[in-house]
């Protein structure tokens, strides 16, 4: 019964390269988001999706952000032309249900650093 | 936009020791959840708390929505070292009907035996 499975776990880019980073969600879990953790700091929204929809993406900078969540397959952070300002850990969490409240897991995350 | 305040920053406690954080809003929340999050891995939820004025254990902890929805405790008691980690307030905002959450500032404990 594994959990929400990200990978990878680190993940080092130089400045303008391209950064993916995947999540598996939980066996039934069809609700997606995803969080950014800078340093010392707690987790920011970014992005919640569903099978094949955007939900909410208005925590998600405009520019060379994107995300998908395909009906196959792991949902996608990419990063396009990383800058330093993008070294931070990312979090994926999964839900069943849509509903405030309804429990959320977490993966490990992936921690991006850009060098 | 709406934040979340968390305070203490940190706390430096002795094993046995029991522990109080507290988180509060400028803004009103329905649901309040509270995490511990260990280096190098991801939030794990320890209580979840749905009305206000309400109390809730899991075994060492407890936590308590505040009356006027805009803040709530946690409280670990008998600390052990185990329980080292930085513990997150978190909340929908708003009237939200997802699971987008705002989180606190958090709290650094440090446990020593």
């Known amino acids: 019964n594994a959990g929400v499975m990200q990978n990878p776990r680190h993940l080092v880019r130089r400045r303008g390269q391209e950064a993916r980073l995947r999540c598996s969600p939980m066996?039934?879990?069809?609700?997606v988001y995803w969080y950014r953790q800078l340093p010392e700091e707690g987790l920011k929204f970014m992005v919640y999706?569903?099978?094949?929809?955007?939900?909410?993406e208005s925590g998600m900078p405009k520019e060379r952000f994107s995300a998908e969540f395909p009906k196959e397959g792991p949902s996608i952070l990419r990063i396009q032309q990383v800058v330093r300002g993008d070294s931070a850990a990312y979090f994926c969490?999964?839900?069943?249900?849509?509903?405030?409240?309804?429990?959320?897991?977490f993966g490990q995350g992936t921690r991006l650093t850009v060098v | 936009g709406q934040q979340l305040n968390q305070s203490p920053q940190s706390m430096f406690i002795q094993e046995g020791e029991d522990v109080s954080m507290n988180c509060t809003s400028s803004?009103?929340?329905?649901?309040w959840l509270w995490y511990k999050q260990e280096p190098g891995e991801g939030p794990v939820l320890l209580i979840a708390?749905?009305?206000?004025?309400e109390l809730t254990s899991n075994g060492r902890l407890t936590a308590q929505f505040g009356i006027t929805r805009k803040d709530s405790f946690l409280n670990i008691s008998a600390s052990i070292p185990s329980d080292v980690g930085i513990y997150f307030c978190?909340?929908?905002?708003?009237?939200?009907?997802?699971?987008?959450?705002?989180f606190g500032t958090g709290t650094l404990l440090a446990v020593q035996p």
């Open positions: 969490a999964s839900s069943q249900l849509q509903g405030a409240g309804t429990e959320a897991f």
């Open positions: 066996k039934g879990h069809s609700h």
């Open positions: 999706l569903q099978k094949e929809n955007i939900i909410d």
């Open positions: 803004s009103i929340f329905n649901t």
């Open positions: 708390l749905y009305k206000a004025g």
């Open positions: 978190a909340g929908p905002p708003g009237p939200s009907a997802t699971n987008k959450l705002i």
